[in-house]
Structure formats: structure tokens, C-alpha cells
């Protein structure tokens, strides 16, 4: 399994940014996927996250900010991300793991322990 994150960059606050992530090595759509951020000094925080059937599970400090989804054709994910602030910089990481048999498709985690498959990041900067 390989994950490549694309998309981050440098954005005053207010704006924009949409990362997308792209995985190979999935025969099928039975894996969960999660964002997740890490700044400096800080532990790795879980952003967001996605199920097999699309169900999605969202940090309350996001408050409705950011908007994550999947295409399953393309084996991609992304990550919208609207009205930036200060404190959303960090490095943003994509992580994928297998539905096992007991795993319902509608779970996600945001917690790191759950995912083995790590992409390499990318920056996001927000300059106020």
C-alpha cells in the first residue's frame, strides 16, 4: 500500500486549500481513511475521517471548516479546507487501513493507532 499526499502550500487566513491523497495497493473500497496534522511541539492530531460507505467522523475544533470525502474509482481522498486560520498549520498526513471481517463499513477512526499505511505529508501554511 502506498499513500502520496499533494496540494498543501502557503494560504492567508481566510482562504482555501484542498489536498487530495492517492493510494494504491487496494483492490477494493474496504478500507477507512483518515487526515490527520502535526505541528511543531505538538502531538499528531486526527482531523477528520472516512468509512467504506462514506460515513464521516469530524475533530470538534474544526467547527465545520473542512470537508473530507472519497473516490473510490480513483482509489483518492481529499481534504477541503475553507476558512483557514492561523492554527491549522501543520504537516498533513493521509493514513488507510483494511476493513478486517469484523469491521462495519460505515467505521472510521481519527485515532493514529488504528492506521498502519502512512503517506510522506505535506505542509499547510496559513499566514494571518
Known amino acids: 500500500v502506498r499513500l502520496v499526499e499533494s496540494g498543501g502550500g502557503s494560504v ?6 484542498r489536498l487530495s ?5 487496494f483492490t477494493d473500497g474496504n478500507y477507512y481513511l483518515g487526515w490527520f496534522r502535526q505541528a ?10 472516512i468509512a467504506s460507505d462514506g460515513t464521516t467522523s469530524y475533530a470538534d475544533s474544526l467547527e465545520g471548516r473542512f470537508t473530507i ?13 475553507n476558512r483557514m486560520k492561523s492554527e491549522d498549520t501543520a504537516m ?7 476493513l478486517s471481517p469484523y469491521t462495519s463499513y460505515w467505521y472510521c477512526s481519527r485515532a493514529s493507532s488504528k492506521y498502519p499505511y502512512w503517506g510522506q505529508g505535506t505542509q499547510v501554511t496559513v499566514s494571518s
Not at 492567508?12 to 486549500?17: N, W
Not at 491523497?21 to 495497493?25: H, L
Not at 498533513?92 to 483494511?98: E, I, L
Request: hydrophobic share 25%; net charge neutral.
Open 40 to 49: 511543531p511541539g505538538k502531538e499528531r492530531e486526527g482531523v477528520a475521517c
Open 12 to 17: 492567508p487566513a481566510g482562504g482555501s486549500l
Open 69 to 81: 470525502s472519497r473516490d473510490n474509482g480513483d482509489n483518492t481522498l481529499y481534504l477541503q479546507m
Open 21 to 25: 491523497c492517492a493510494a494504491s495497493g
Open 92 to 98: 498533513y498526513y493521509c493514513a488507510a487501513q483494511r
